[in-house]
Structure formats: C-alpha cells, structure tokens
C-alpha cells in the first residue's frame, strides 16, 4: 500500500494538483509512522517535500512553515549519512533544493509575522548561493518589515547592490537604493553592463538621475528629467514613464499636469488602481471638481471582487472627498493593515484626523508618514497644519523653517513660510513676509498661495486695488471657487456690490450642488449681507439659462447656479473652512494650496517675539 500511495502522491504532484495532494500526502506520512518496518528516510523525506511544498503552494502557510523545519532537520540526516538518492531528487525537482526550500519557509514566516525568523532562515543560506530572489527578499526584510522607522540600512544595502549588479534593469530595487540615500552616480555604475553595446540603455542613466533628483526633494527637477525622456526617446507614452512623471509633478504640487498624465495612464491601462487612486488624489484638490468623472473612476474600482491595498485606499479617498471622514479612516486602517508602508494611505490617515478634529493623532500620523516619504512636501504641510490647528504655535513656525531648509528654491515651502509671518501680530514681522511672497512668485508666478498672500499683503498696506487687480488676473486663467468668493468680499468692502455679486455667483457656478455643499457657506453669506445691504440687490434676478440680469440688463457671467430664491441660505451653509486641497495652476508651473493660503490671523496671538529674530538669507 505504501508504495502505491506514494506513487499516486508523485502523480499528484507533477500534474501540479496541490491541494490533492495535501490529504494523500497526510496519510501515507500517517502509514509510514506506523509500519517502521517500510519506512526509510528517503521515503519519508520525498513525502515531506510533496506535503510542505503543496502546501506552500496552498498558502496553508503556517502548516508549511512547521513542516518545514522538519524537512531541514531530514535533509542534515541524509547529508551526514552521505545519502546518494538527495542528488536525484534535487535533480528531478529543483524546487526541492536547499536554497529554495529556505526561500520559501522564510516567505511563510514572513507572512505569518515572524520577520525576525524570516531574516535568520535566509542567512543560513551561503552567501554565493544567494539568487537574486534570496537577495531581494533580504533586503526587503531589513529595509520593511521590523516596523515604520526601523530600517535596518547597513544590512539592506549590500542585499539590494548584489540585485542591481546581477540584474541591472531590476528598476524597484534600484528606487530602493535611492530611497536608502545611495548617490545616483554609484547606482549608475551598477548598470553599467546592462547591456553589451554601449549606448543602448542610454535613458537608464537618465531614468535613474530623476529618480535621485525626487528622493533629494527636487521634483521640479525630477520632472524636467522624466519629461525629457518623454520628448526625445522611444519610450514616450510608456505607462510607466507617465506614472514616474505624473508623481513627480503631483509632489511638486502640479496637480493639473498630474492629472492629464494619471489619467491617461488610466485611459491606456484601466486595470492600473495605483494610478486610480493618485487620479483621485489630485482630482480631489480641485474643490469645485464636477464629481461626474471621479464617481466613474470609483465605479471601476467598486467592481473589483478582491480588494488589494490600493483598492482600499482609493475607497478611503472617496469617503474623504464624501466627508464622511470616519468611514474614510476606517478603509484607511484597511488599506495600511494590507500595506503599512503605503505612502497616500498615511498622508490621507493625517488629512482624515485633521478633518475630524483629533489633532494630536494627526500629529503622530504624519510624523509617521515622514519615515517612509521624508520628501514629501505634504507630509511637512500636514504637521503644519497639525501644530496650527493644536495651536502649538511655536511647532509650527519651525515646522515652515525646517519646510524651507528641505525644500529649497520651492514656492511652496516660501509661500507658507511667508504666510506664517503674515500671521503674525506683530507689524514689523509682518512686513517681512512680502519678500517671501516676492520670491515665490518668482520661481512661479501662477502659484496660488504666493497670489493670494500677496493680495493679503497689498490690503494690509493699504493698497486693495492692486490687491483686487492681482486676484482678477489670477482667476482669469486659474479660476477656483475659493478665489472667487475672496475677490467678492474684496469687491463688497470696496462698495462695488455688482462686481461682488458676480463673483460670488462665480464662485458658486464652480462648486456641484451648492445648496448642500458645505464649502459654499462664506459663499453664500457675502451673497446674503449684500441683499441686507443694499436694496437694489434685491432687483438682481436669475433667467432659466444662469447669466443675472439687473434691470433687464445681463451681465458677462454665464453658467451660474441660481441660489437666490432659497428661502434660507443661512440654513444651508456649512463650514467650508476646513479643507486642505490645492487647486491647480499654470502647465508650466505647479497648483495652490487654500489651507496656506486662508488661515486665520487670529490664532497667531500667542506666538513669541522670538519670530522677530529670525532671519533666513535666501538660497
């Protein structure tokens, strides 16, 4: 009986049925622990190796990982004993081999939560019959898995430059390698013989320049690079260039450009929900956005009947752009429980804690963040807004100052900056902020925030036409509901209400369903201390088609909602404040960001002299 269950066992398995060979496997093991008379150790040993490696394949992982210490421990017997018959069977099946069999036991103790297990089953294997998939998982091991901000760095990287040199177009393990700090010249020198001819793999150097450039902070940078592949190489339109280019200008805070790339690497590859969730990120920082597009962006992730790390996130982010913030933090926790190292997910955990008002937790969120993506400019922003919203004043002003040391030369990190001493009570720090304002809007005259800090600066002094002039040019090419309703305020303070009202209907022609979107509150107040205070804004009526008319007269607007018949427009506001999205900006240059643009000077109260004294020289 033993040898035709064994036979059939065999069987089982080069017909690669696995599951039916886990039960048979069991009883012939079951046989032969009972009848010792027929059991030898090479009859015992090959129904192992049938048994734990079905069930490896199975994913019974924690039933294959307990067998296999038995199969190590079979294996030393017949190689002290010199058993010829380990030849023949390594031979008939390499899977069977030392190496792999420890690769695939450390797979399973890694799955099972044992990294530590993991990370000692692989060293025993020596180090010259290390493949690449031993290596790569070693690395990845000391690089991920002993917890967020523990990378175990000096282990790592000897494990990821073997990869690299064996197979120099293995292009994850060379981010890798970037990520760790590695300069982008030795990584170059790694791939040198990717190919036989020289020449040919010329865009790999490039490729590898940007990647140094994004991990240095320098997106803007990353992004000419990755654009000149793009322009000049056959690999154009390739979706992984689109998505390498897209998330450069998205850190860079170029939401508009992002987007035309996301989206048609969506269009190209639907299947792709890593580029569904990033299309949904900088769709969402569109605040006036229709919602018809990203709605069917989530229909094609709704579909899907197994959900990976990416599918949650991009739930989480519909619940986030929904507000229904609690629910969007529970897919959060979901998304990370699958991948904790995913870097939207914990930019998002952040975002969603802000929302609901846990600012403490959202201070830890981010600094976690910080440990996997330190050059992700919304990570600093993030703790900004964290010490803000706690009112841990001093935090944040050295939060902007750390903000302007990494991020060189960005608009954005001076235009926060900037308007954190606009903030500030005192007049004569207050002052200092316009050579802040100046030099963003240098780097990037379309840049929101440096726009409308620059509009705040010239009220302050006195100068509200060049102020409103300012915002009328900038909402001409960019125009943001936000915008809109700033000018309008402008306009309502400087006794002009027609001007005032046609924005503030801008504004609200811009944001879907106004009636019930929490973001037109302001909105819809300015239109409401107009009507209390001036009279003849009572005459100003809406036609079926939108444009106002005012004494028969219609004006240049078209496409506006038509909020003024509502019996109460006090009742249907929301707060509106609480948003932190950027709105786009010129092609050429990169988006705004509402949050540092609109906070509240009131809150700056209790900050110390101290600001007086610092000083930043430029760079």
């Given at each position: 009986?033993?040898?035709?269950?064994?036979?059939?066992?065999?069987?089982l398995?080069?017909?690669?049925?696995?599951?039916?060979?886990?039960?048979?496997?069991?009883?012939?093991?079951?046989?032969?622990?009972?009848?010792?008379?027929?059991?030898?150790?090479?009859?015992e040993?090959?129904?192992?190796?049938y048994?734990?490696?079905?069930?490896?394949?199975e994913?019974?992982?924690?039933?294959?990982?307990?067998h296999?210490?038995?199969?190590?421990?079979q294996?030393?017997?017949?190689?002290?004993?010199?058993?010829?018959c380990?030849?023949?069977?390594?031979?008939?099946?390499?899977?069977?081999?030392?190496?792999?069999l420890?690769?695939?036991a450390?797979?399973?103790y890694?799955?099972?939560?044992?990294?530590?297990?993991a990370?000692?089953?692989?060293?025993?294997?020596?180090?010259?019959?290390r493949?690449?998939?031993i290596?790569?998982?070693?690395?990845r091991?000391?690089?991920?898995?002993?917890?967020?901000?523990?990378?175990?760095?000096?282990?790592?990287?000897?494990?990821?430059?073997?990869?690299v040199?064996?197979?120099p177009?293995?292009?994850?393990?060379?981010?890798?390698?970037?990520?760790?700090?590695?300069?982008?010249?030795?990584?170059?020198?790694?791939?040198?013989?990717?190919?036989?001819?020289?020449?040919?793999?010329?865009?790999l150097?490039?490729?590898?320049?940007?990647?140094?450039?994004?991990?240095?902070?320098?997106?803007?940078?990353?992004?000419?690079?990755?654009?000149?592949?793009?322009?000049?190489?056959l690999?154009?339109?390739?979706?992984e260039?689109?998505?390498?280019?897209?998330?450069?200008?998205?850190?860079?805070?170029?939401?508009?450009?992002?987007?035309?790339?996301?989206?048609?690497?969506?269009?190209?590859?639907?299947?792709?929900?890593?580029?569904?969730?990033?299309?949904?990120v900088?769709?969402?920082?569109h605040?006036?956005?229709?919602?018809?597009?990203?709605d069917?962006?989530?229909?094609?992730v709704?579909?899907?009947?197994?959900y990976?790390?990416?599918?949650?996130?991009?739930?989480?982010?519909?619940?986030?752009?929904?507000?229904?913030?609690?629910?969007?933090?529970?897919?959060?926790?979901?998304?990370?429980?699958?991948?904790p190292?995913?870097q939207?997910?914990?930019?998002?955990?952040?975002?969603?804690?802000?929302?609901?008002?846990?600012?403490?937790?959202?201070?830890?969120?981010?600094?976690?963040?910080?440990?996997?993506?330190?050059?992700?400019?919304?990570?600093?922003?993030?703790?900004?807004?964290?010490?803000?919203?706690?009112?841990?004043?001093?935090?944040?002003?050295?939060?902007?100052?750390?903000?302007?040391?990494?991020?060189?030369?960005?608009?954005?990190?001076?235009?926060?900056?900037?308007?954190?001493?606009?903030?500030?009570?005192?007049?004569?720090?207050?002052?200092?902020?316009?050579?802040?304002?100046?030099?963003?809007?240098?780097?990037?005259?379309?840049?929101?925030?440096?726009?409308?800090?620059?509009?705040?600066?010239?009220?302050?002094?006195?100068?509200?036409?060049?102020?409103?002039?300012?915002?009328?040019?900038?909402?001409?090419?960019?125009?943001?509901?936000?915008?809109?309703?700033?000018?309008?305020?402008?306009?309502?303070g400087?006794?002009?209400?027609?001007?005032a009202?046609?924005?503030y209907y801008k504004?609200?022609?811009?944001?879907?369903?106004?009636?019930?979107?929490?973001?037109?509150?302001?909105?819809?107040?300015?239109?409401?201390l107009?009507?209390?205070?001036?009279?003849?804004?009572?005459?100003?009526?809406l036609d079926?088609?939108?444009?106002?008319?005012?004494?028969?007269q219609?004006?240049?607007?078209?496409?506006?909602?038509?909020?003024?018949?509502?019996?109460?427009?006090?009742r249907?506001?929301?707060?509106?404040?609480?948003?932190?999205?950027?709105?786009?900006?010129?092609?050429?240059?990169?988006?705004?960001?509402?949050?540092?643009?609109?906070?509240?000077?009131?809150?700056?109260?209790?900050?110390?002299?101290?600001?007086?004294?610092?000083?930043?020289?430029?760079?």
């Open positions: 009986m033993e040898n035709a269950l064994f036979a059939n066992v065999k069987k398995y080069d017909h690669k049925l696995y599951e039916c060979v886990v039960p048979v496997a069991k009883l012939l093991r079951t046989v032969l622990k009972n009848d010792r008379n027929v059991a030898t150790l090479e009859l040993y090959q129904v192992q190796l048994l734990v490696n079905s069930q490896y394949k994913r019974q992982l924690r039933s294959a990982a307990r296999f210490e038995d199969v190590f421990h294996r030393r017997l017949m190689v002290r004993h010199k058993n010829a380990l030849v023949a069977i390594e031979s008939a099946y390499p899977e069977f081999a030392d190496v792999e420890r690769r695939r450390a797979e399973c890694r799955e099972i939560g044992n990294p530590g297990l990370v000692a089953t692989l060293l025993q294997v020596p180090v010259k019959a493949t690449p998939r290596n790569l998982m070693l690395a091991m000391h690089h991920h898995s002993f917890g967020l901000g523990y990378t175990k760095k000096t282990e790592s990287l000897p494990a990821y430059k073997e990869v040199r064996e197979c177009m293995a292009l994850p393990v060379i981010q890798d390698l970037l990520e760790l700090g590695v300069d982008g010249n030795e990584v170059n020198s790694l791939v040198m013989h990717a190919a036989t001819v020289p020449g040919i793999f010329d865009w150097s490039t490729w590898i320049k940007a990647l140094a450039q994004m991990f240095d902070c320098k997106h803007q940078d990353a992004a000419r690079t990755f654009q000149r592949l793009q322009d000049s190489t690999l154009r339109c390739n979706e260039l689109m998505m390498a280019l897209g998330r450069c200008l998205y850190y860079d805070g170029n939401y508009s450009r992002a987007e035309q790339l996301f989206a048609a690497t969506v269009s190209a590859s639907p299947d792709n929900v890593e580029a569904i969730g990033l299309l949904a900088v769709r969402g920082q605040a006036g956005d229709s919602g018809q597009d990203t069917r962006l989530y229909a094609q709704v579909s899907e009947p197994k990976t790390a990416s599918h949650w996130f991009v739930h989480a982010q519909a619940m986030f752009d929904s507000a229904k913030f609690e629910r969007g933090l529970s897919f959060v926790e979901q998304c990370l429980q699958a991948e190292r995913h939207e997910a914990l930019i998002l955990r952040g975002r969603l804690l802000i929302a609901l008002e846990r600012h403490k937790e959202a201070v830890e969120a981010f600094r976690t963040a910080h440990t996997v993506a330190p050059y992700r400019f919304e990570v600093y922003r993030g703790l900004f807004q964290s010490y803000l919203a706690a009112k841990r004043f001093k935090e944040a002003h050295a939060m902007c100052k750390w903000t302007l040391r990494v991020f060189q030369n960005s608009p954005r990190g001076l235009a926060m900056f900037g308007r954190t001493l606009f903030l500030s009570p005192d007049p004569g720090i207050r002052k200092t902020a316009r050579k802040f304002a100046e030099k963003s809007l240098k780097i990037d005259p379309n840049y929101t925030p440096a726009v409308t800090l620059m509009a705040d600066i010239c009220q302050f002094e006195g100068a509200p036409r060049a102020s409103i002039k300012l915002l009328e040019d900038h909402v001409s090419l960019f125009p943001q509901a936000n915008l809109f309703t700033n000018l309008a305020d402008m306009l309502r400087q006794k002009e209400p027609i001007r009202l046609e924005y504004a609200l022609g811009i944001i879907p369903n106004f009636s019930k979107n929490p973001k037109c509150e302001r909105t819809l107040r300015g239109i409401s107009l009507r209390s205070s001036n009279s003849f804004i009572e005459s100003l009526v079926d088609s939108g444009p106002i008319k005012a004494d028969g219609q004006s240049t607007t078209s496409g506006l909602a038509t909020p003024c018949g509502h019996p109460n427009l006090e249907l506001a929301a707060d509106c404040a609480g948003s932190s999205r950027e709105a786009s900006s010129s092609p050429p240059a990169r988006s705004g960001q509402d949050v540092e643009g609109d906070a509240d000077g009131s809150v700056w109260h209790d900050v110390d002299a101290e600001m007086a004294s610092m000083s930043y020289d430029g760079h």
